[in-house]
């Protein structure tokens, strides 16, 4: 079955003959895999989920590319895969081998032309991190006054329309197999809505003018009032489609501040939580991919605030006003309990076929998703900065979604919840406690008065 698809391939760019290197590779991966599924499926055999997605992650780990990334991505969105590859993908590294100096030295002679080293005071030779779509270099150039400006290049990889077409072609699959075997989620819109973000992340000029955006957003009068978030500076005539060259941001990564005092690891998340939540309530838009690793840390000293660095602003969300008021809906009627504003709010949303056992079921997750921001007190963001508690109601919903038939989730849906729990756990991770709910209040309402930081 795996192979009859590679005849059937719609592509959106690259080469038939990377793409189908790529497919021999990716389905060698997952092949055996969703075989065992669909056999143990129709002799009525239970499958053992967790010893299946050890050995899918282990090989995927070792492919690395988009699928890497998509896998990420399932393991942040509620109920896409089964709990047990959820776990086992989210310790999937964002690291990847470089590629080496041939290839660095021809695309960016590619890009910038072949006198391209001229450009730089100093280019570093060896990247200093590597990713699924691309590798970033260290550079240096001259200002307008001759001063040093400290540069991050980032680089595509070579023929990654191809790739991502491949992997794309394969999780479609591997979903449909899935939801068919135990999905209590209907994941055409699930595939969809990766499929989009994704190639939006193969454009560099798309990145550049959303990096541009939410720096201003961030230097609003209403947000800065909090602290400070700051995203790299594109250097314009120095970046194309492919190469996106940006200001060096210094900072500490996270597993740096682990151990820095409560009251600084509180800021640092609830300036993390309003970075990702009060574009999206504002001005209807949300960093779609929050790694741990898109973050540095600033602690403050007799130059500089405390503060964040953000970035990778490559997967981006985009949504209609009326689905941002579909949100604050469905939390209005959680709080005061109105049974008709939710309803009303699922509607709004794009859900269909609203019947009281699905409603039932759509209750228990928005219980789930705003859980602390219903809770008017300081606290942490799950009890005992664990997860287990979200993970066991995930997994009860989702026993509860294959009874009523599943769900077709809207597509806005899927980075809304990747967000949600994205920086729910890097909120765990600083072992961060507070009043999720002031702050979430305050976001939504206009003129707010950021008092909670």
């Not at 469905?330 to 076929?353: P, S």
Request: hydrophobic content about 40%; overall charge positive.
């Amino acid at each position: 079955m795996w192979r009859s698809m590679m005849t059937n391939i719609s592509v959106k760019g690259g080469s038939t003959g990377a793409r189908i290197k790529r497919y021999a590779s990716v389905s060698s991966a997952m092949g055996s895999t969703v075989a065992k599924a669909a056999t143990n499926k129709i002799l009525g055999r239970k499958t053992d989920h967790g010893v299946q997605a050890m050995a899918l992650t282990k090989v995927m780990g070792k492919l690395k590319g988009p699928v890497m990334k998509i896998a990420q991505m399932l393991s942040t969105i509620p109920d896409a895969v089964p709990p047990e590859y959820a776990l086992e993908f989210q310790s999937l590294q964002s690291e990847a081998p470089a590629m080496g100096w041939p290839f660095v030295r021809r695309r960016m002679q590619a890009e910038l032309g072949p006198d391209w080293h001229d450009h730089f005071h100093i280019f570093e030779r060896e990247a200093t991190s590597a990713a699924s779509l691309g590798q970033v270099h260290k550079a240096q150039i001259r200002g307008p006054e001759g001063e040093l400006l400290n540069l991050a290049c980032k680089l595509q990889y070579p023929d990654m329309p191809s790739t991502v077409q491949a992997d794309l072609n394969q999780l479609r699959m591997v979903l449909k197999i899935y939801e068919s075997t135990m999905g209590g989620v209907k994941t055409k819109k699930v595939h969809q809505e990766i499929e989009e973000r994704l190639y939006e992340e193969l454009d560099y000029t798309l990145e550049a003018k959303t990096l541009k955006e939410f720096d201003l957003i961030y230097k609003s009068a209403t947000f800065q009032g909090a602290s400070t978030v700051h995203v790299p500076r594109v250097i314009q005539p120095l970046s194309t489609s492919r190469l996106l060259t940006m200001t060096w941001l210094e900072g500490e990564k996270l597993r740096d501040i682990l151990d820095t005092p409560q009251d600084y690891r509180n800021k640092m998340a609830k300036l993390a939580f309003r970075a990702w939540y009060y574009p999206f309530f504002q001005h209807g838009i949300i960093h779609g991919d929050p790694h741990l690793g898109n973050y540095t840390f600033r602690q403050e000293s007799d130059q500089q605030q405390a503060g964040i660095n953000m970035f990778d602003f490559g997967c981006v969300r985009r949504f209609e006003p009326k689905f941002i008021e579909g949100v604050k809906n469905l939390y209005q009627a959680m709080d005061t309990q109105d049974k008709n504003l939710e309803v009303h709010a699922f509607e709004i949303l794009g859900f269909k076929n609203l019947s009281k056992d699905v409603i039932d079921v759509l209750r228990q997750w928005a219980g789930l998703l705003y859980e602390p921001v219903l809770d008017d007190r300081v606290r942490p963001m799950q009890p005992g900065h664990s997860g287990v508690y979200g993970r066991e109601m995930a997994e009860k919903i989702h026993k509860e979604l294959r009874k009523v038939g599943g769900v077709t989730p809207p597509q806005e849906f899927v980075f809304m919840d990747r967000a949600a729990v994205g920086v729910g756990s890097l909120c765990m991770h600083l072992r961060a406690e507070a009043n999720w709910c002031q702050i979430y209040r305050e976001m939504t309402t206009p003129g707010m008065s950021l008092k909670s930081l």
